[in-house]
Every structure is written in structure tokens, then in C-alpha cells.
């Protein structure tokens, strides 16, 4: 038992900077515990039955995120995790809104956490992990997933994909080729796709992560394997419930979709740097014909990748990573 204490303590103390950072992230949320229930929170908690009892639990991983609404209300996201994740939390608290909003505070802490250890690994230093970790915990970008308890999938989604890439690495920042982790590693993996389609954007970086800290490319083909298996088997289970693999309708063509995205991406790496103004919902202009603004946007995040890929091969595949 005094062995086992032991162990216990030291890793406390080895964390200690972790839990610091934690800890500075529950507190700067906590005037969220006295926020109501806001916007698609009454819809997708209050008035949604089926995430009031188990029976539904089925219906879930069957049906889309709002099926509760009938065909008239039907939208093309496929999360039964997070659905399932809203079960457990009526199941546990019932509809207290101080209760919902304490799961969220209490994710964002937890994620906190993962990005502390995910950047241990990474950085091997611990002022500039500490200095990670603390920023993710106050920085503002993160006020809408957090206060918002109908956006909580944001967190959990991010804490899947941060545990798939920490148990991919060994302590000491490697990747060993053993098939556990690969395996540990997809499954948190499958579990952020089925939590939000938007953790697919993660295939590519957990392959660069094997490429950048083994240097193997067998290793590269392998971890291929396992996460190309995940992806596919995704998008059939997709297919499968809602009959569709994307999410929006054609609401814009794929001409205007392309002109738009140079701004939109800057847009959004400059709330993420500048986090000034944030709101909910932001209107970005559509673009449907090539303009000098357009060409000069482009032209401007392409030398940006093109300066930080020449960092990363020169001096630090980080940078690369980042």
C-alpha cells in the first residue's frame, strides 16, 4: 500500500504544474455556473427525450444529432458519442443548468490537462509546458465551447483527439512500434469521429506525428493501416445512419467555396491569434469571382506554409507539427 502511495505522490508532484494549469482553468469559468440554458441548449437538452432515458440509447448511434425533431428538423451531423456523452449527464444531474455547465468546466479542465501532457512529451521543458497549457486554459477562443453547454462536444471531441495523439508517443516523445498504441491510439480516434466530424482533419496529423518522431516511413505505412481502417469504417457507419457522407446541403457552389476560403482561414487565424470582437456566429462575405483581395490572401498564406515548413526542415520539426 505505501508503494503504491508513493508512486501516487510522485506523480503529483511530477504534474503539479498540470493541475496548477487545471485548476486555472476550472476558476475562470466558474461565473458560467450561474448561466441558464441558452439558444439549442432548450432543444438539444431540455426538450429532447432522447437523452432523457436509455431506451433511446440505440436511436442514437441510428439517427442523426436532432432526429428528435422528425424529418422536418433533420440535419446531417452524426455524433452518438456526444449524444451518448448527454445521456450519461441527464442520467447523472437531471436538467440543473448549474450541473451541465460544471460538466463542461470540468472537461475543459481535463483537457487542459491533456494538452500539459501532450506538451510534455513534445517540448521536454517544463516552463514552456507549463506556459502551453496555461494558455489554452484562459484563452478566449475557447469561451463559446465552455459556456455553452450545446457546444461541449468541442472539448470532448478535442480531449479524444489530444488522448490519440499522447498514447501514440512514449514518455520521452517517441513512437514505438508496437501495436497496442496504435490500436489505443485509433480508437480514440474512431471515438472523436463519432463525436464531431471535424476530428477527420486529424488523419493527416497523427500521420505526420509518426513521420516526425520516428523518421520511419514503415512505421508511417503502418499507422496508415490503422487509422485508414477507422476513417473508412466511419464514413460507411455515416452512410449507414444518415444515408450521406457530408454534412451541409449545396448551399454555395464549389467555385465560391474556393474563392472564399482564403479569407474565411485568415479570418479565423486571426481570431485565434488576435482574440479580439469573438461572438457566436460571425457572416463571412461570399466570393464568387477572383479578385486582387483574393489572389493577395492566397498569395500571403501560402508564403506563411511555405516560411514555416522551411523552419521546421531547417531547425525544428515542432514548427512543422504546430
Given at each position: 500500500?505505501?508503494?503504491?502511495?508513493?508512486?501516487?505522490?510522485q506523480?503529483?508532484?511530477?504534474?503539479?504544474?498540470?493541475?496548477?494549469?487545471?485548476a486555472?482553468?476550472?476558476a475562470?469559468?466558474?461565473?458560467?455556473?450561474?448561466?441558464?440554458?441558452?439558444?439549442?441548449?432548450?432543444?438539444?437538452?431540455?426538450?429532447?427525450?432522447?437523452?432523457?432515458?436509455?431506451?433511446?440509447?440505440?436511436?442514437?448511434?441510428?439517427?442523426?444529432?436532432?432526429?428528435?425533431?422528425?424529418?422536418?428538423?433533420?440535419?446531417?451531423?452524426?455524433?452518438?458519442?456526444?449524444?451518448?456523452?448527454?445521456?450519461?449527464?441527464?442520467?447523472?444531474?437531471?436538467?440543473?443548468p448549474?450541473?451541465?455547465?460544471?460538466?463542461?468546466?470540468?472537461?475543459?479542465?481535463?483537457?487542459?490537462?491533456?494538452?500539459?501532457?501532450l506538451?510534455?512529451?513534445?517540448?521536454?521543458?517544463?516552463v514552456?509546458?507549463?506556459?502551453?497549457?496555461?494558455?489554452?486554459?484562459?484563452?478566449?477562443?475557447h469561451?463559446?465551447?465552455?459556456?455553452?453547454?450545446s457546444?461541449?462536444?468541442?472539448?470532448?471531441?478535442?480531449?479524444l483527439?489530444?488522448?490519440?495523439?499522447?498514447?501514440?508517443?512514449?514518455?520521452?516523445?517517441?513512437?514505438?512500434?508496437?501495436?497496442?498504441?496504435?490500436?489505443?491510439?485509433a480508437?480514440l480516434?474512431a471515438?472523436?469521429?463519432?463525436?464531431?466530424?471535424?476530428?477527420?482533419?486529424?488523419?493527416?496529423v497523427?500521420?505526420?506525428?509518426?513521420?516526425?518522431r520516428?523518421?520511419?516511413?514503415?512505421?508511417?505505412?503502418r499507422?496508415?493501416?490503422?487509422?485508414?481502417?477507422?476513417?473508412v469504417?466511419?464514413?460507411?457507419?455515416?452512410?449507414?445512419a444518415?444515408?450521406?457522407?457530408?454534412?451541409?446541403?449545396?448551399?454555395?457552389?464549389?467555385?465560391?467555396?474556393?474563392?472564399?476560403s482564403?479569407?474565411?482561414?485568415?479570418?479565423?487565424?486571426k481570431?485565434?491569434?488576435?482574440?479580439?470582437?469573438?461572438?457566436?456566429?460571425?457572416?463571412?462575405?461570399?466570393?464568387?469571382?477572383?479578385?486582387?483581395?483574393?489572389?493577395?490572401?492566397?498569395?500571403?498564406?501560402?508564403?506563411?506554409?511555405?516560411?514555416?515548413?522551411?523552419?521546421?526542415?531547417?531547425?525544428?520539426?515542432?514548427?512543422?507539427?504546430?
Amino acid at each position: 500500500m505505501s508503494s503504491h502511495f508513493g508512486v501516487l505522490k510522485q506523480n503529483l508532484r511530477r504534474n503539479a504544474a498540470g493541475w496548477a494549469a487545471c485548476a486555472v482553468a476550472f476558476a475562470i469559468y466558474t461565473p458560467s455556473l450561474f448561466s441558464e440554458f441558452v439558444r439549442d441548449d432548450h432543444w438539444q437538452i431540455v426538450e429532447n427525450p432522447q437523452i432523457q432515458s436509455w431506451d433511446y440509447l440505440p436511436r442514437l448511434f441510428s439517427t442523426n444529432l436532432w432526429s428528435q425533431g422528425g424529418s422536418e428538423h433533420a440535419v446531417h451531423f452524426y455524433r452518438p458519442l456526444f449524444s451518448t456523452w448527454m445521456l450519461v449527464m441527464d442520467t447523472i444531474g437531471g436538467l440543473s443548468p448549474a450541473w451541465w455547465h460544471f460538466s463542461s468546466i470540468l472537461l475543459h479542465a481535463v483537457t487542459t490537462f491533456a494538452v500539459y501532457k501532450l506538451c510534455d512529451r513534445l517540448l521536454r521543458n517544463k516552463v514552456a509546458t507549463l506556459f502551453a497549457a496555461s494558455l489554452f486554459a484562459v484563452h478566449p477562443i475557447h469561451v463559446d465551447a465552455v459556456s455553452w453547454v450545446s457546444a461541449s462536444n468541442e472539448i470532448l471531441f478535442t480531449l479524444l483527439a489530444l488522448g490519440a495523439i499522447i498514447v501514440l508517443l512514449a514518455p520521452d516523445g517517441s513512437v514505438p512500434l508496437t501495436p497496442s498504441r496504435f490500436a489505443a491510439s485509433a480508437a480514440l480516434y474512431a471515438a472523436a469521429l463519432l463525436t464531431k466530424e471535424t476530428a477527420v482533419a486529424l488523419l493527416p496529423v497523427l500521420l505526420l506525428i509518426v513521420l516526425l518522431r520516428s523518421g520511419q516511413r514503415g512505421k508511417v505505412v503502418r499507422a496508415g493501416y490503422w487509422y485508414g481502417f477507422v476513417t473508412v469504417g466511419y464514413f460507411a457507419i455515416r452512410w449507414w445512419a444518415l444515408g450521406r457522407i457530408g454534412t451541409e446541403e449545396s448551399k454555395h457552389s464549389w467555385r465560391e467555396v474556393l474563392l472564399s476560403s482564403p479569407s474565411v482561414l485568415a479570418f479565423y487565424l486571426k481570431k485565434l491569434v488576435i482574440p479580439l470582437r469573438l461572438s457566436g456566429f460571425y457572416v463571412n462575405p461570399i466570393t464568387s469571382s477572383p479578385t486582387i483581395s483574393v489572389w493577395l490572401t492566397a498569395g500571403g498564406l501560402l508564403i506563411a506554409a511555405a516560411l514555416l515548413t522551411w523552419v521546421a526542415l531547417r531547425y525544428s520539426p515542432l514548427v512543422g507539427l504546430g
